[in-house]
Nanobody
Framework: QVQLVESGGGLVQTGGSLRLACAAS????????MGWFRQTPGKEREFVSA????????YYADSVKGRFAISRDSAKNTLYLQMNSLQSEDTGVYYC?????????????????WGQGTQVTVSS
């Protein structure tokens, strides 16, 4: 049974930084793509970034490119999202998810397993 548990959310001022973590368990993730999505009330879940667990290739939404960095620690089975230069538009619940298959698939429906989410609020 795959389990994904996010942490690291919180309240931050515009221009600030946060690092999210996602602890993954339940299987070996070498053949998986791990992703981050975010969601605000009334909107669909939005792709943020993804990483190939085995090779470390990355993929970003245009809205976060150059500000966010995704990484993973294979020894700790943990996924990270370093978020810098945060803006109010980055506010939302951030979810960790995983799937097998191609990296560059930004659809939430393609992801099989999901965490419970962590709230990020960017305030001016």
């Amino acid at each position: 049974q795959v389990q994904l548990v996010e942490s690291g959310g919180g309240l931050v001022q515009t221009g600030g930084s946060l690092r999210l973590a996602c602890a993954a368990s339940g299987r070996t993730f070498n053949d998986y793509v791990m992703g981050w999505f975010r969601q605000t009330p009334g909107k669909e879940r939005e792709f943020v970034s993804a990483i190939s667990w085995r090779g470390g290739a990355t993929y970003y939404a245009d809205s976060v490119k150059g500000r966010f960095a995704i990484s993973r620690d294979s020894a700790k089975n943990t996924l990270y999202l370093q978020m810098n230069s945060l803006q109010s538009e980055d506010t939302g619940v951030y979810y960790c998810a995983c799937k097998v298959g191609a990296l560059r698939v930004p659809r939430a429906s393609a992801y099989e397993y999901w965490g419970q989410g962590t709230q990020v609020t960017v305030s001016s």
